[in-house]
């Protein structure tokens, strides 16, 4: 593939020999990150195709009955045959840490696009257990908004169980019996503009994340981001969280804001994160020295609440 048009934009070098894996999803993210010049995929999901993708993701009708997987491989091979791509059909919380260490050990970028919130609570884990960045993605009841949270090691100090531990606390609810609103949103409403509308700006975190640093406008992303690492996106003009308008509380009400906009709100860490909090504190303990070349030292808990809750 030529890629000199993008080269203004992107560190097309350093996508070509990064590694992400993508769990669930994202199949039009995944070839949009291989049309942005990445070089190596792996992908994890059990489902197969079944006919309503075709309407709605970035499948065909002659690849119904096919595990998902093995059907994007091949679409990225089409799109780029240098691509490396590896699959696995598997359960990613059946998976062992042995595992885990094979095949997400080498990632340069985590990507978590499934409804499972076991699995986006695991991939938290895993994330900061191997000292990860990673993306989580979705969209919200009825696909009237969408979210991307993101981390970041020595960047970012909330991890994603910080930013949404509203939604950790529904599911402890559910778990124990008591009435809590669902944790696993269905994606039922969602259409295909939805999904590349989201995946559109989750697609250039990605590569923000992937680059960090370099020279061009994405690689600076992260950095301009800093803590704002929870993106919402509105979808539908009347779109509330919880009966609160948050999108015009931050954006105001003048008749031009209407929809299709992204609010970036920053996090802080919660100070007993039973994910993060012990990491953080591992990283104050270093002695200065060890602190001028240890980039989580820079990891200082604040106190903060989530804005993302349960019943998006």
């Known amino acids: 593939m030529n890629f000199d048009r993008i080269r203004p934009s992107i560190d097309v070098d350093r996508m070509q020999r990064a590694h992400v894996t993508v769990v669930g999803g994202a199949n039009g993210l995944t070839r949009d990150l291989v049309h942005s010049g990445l070089g190596s995929v792996t992908h994890i999901d059990f489902d197969r195709i079944e006919p309503s993708n075709a309407a709605r993701q970035d499948f065909d009708l002659t690849d119904v009955g096919r595990y998902k997987a ?174 609160r308008d948050v999108f015009g509380e931050y954006l105001g009400h003048h008749p031009a804001q209407f929809s299709f906009n992204t609010i970036a709100l920053p996090m802080e860490p919660e100070p007993d994160c039973p994910d993060c909090a012990t990491l953080r504190r591992a990283a104050q303990e270093v002695t200065p020295c060890e602190q001028s070349s240890n980039d989580t030292s820079r990891a200082t808990p604040r106190a903060g609440r989530s804005r993302s809750g349960s019943s998006a």
């Open 70 to 243: 093995e059907a994007l491989a091949a679409s990225l091979k089409r799109l780029n045959p240098d691509v490396q791509v590896t699959y696995l059909v598997r359960n990613f919380c059946e998976l062992s840490e042995e595992e885990v260490d094979q095949h997400l050990g080498q990632s340069d970028l985590l990507i978590f696009a499934t409804d499972s919130f076991a699995a986006q609570a695991r991939g938290n884990i895993e994330s900061l257990r191997l000292g990860k960045p990673a993306l989580w993605i979705g969209l919200y009841q009825g696909a009237r908004a969408g979210e991307i949270v993101y981390y970041a090691p020595g960047i970012t100090r909330a991890c994603y169980r910080c930013i949404c531990s509203g939604r950790y606390e529904a599911f402890e609810r559910q778990a124990r019996g008591q009435a809590a609103p669902p944790v696993n949103v269905p994606s039922t409403g969602g259409t295909i503009f939805d999904l590349h509308l989201v995946d559109a700006i989750a697609g250039q975190i990605a590569v923000g994340l992937i680059t960090a640093g370099a020279p061009n406008r994405m690689g600076r992303l992260i950095g301009q981001l800093d803590q704002r690492n929870l993106l919402q996106v509105k979808i539908d003009p009347n779109y509330t969280l919880n009966g």
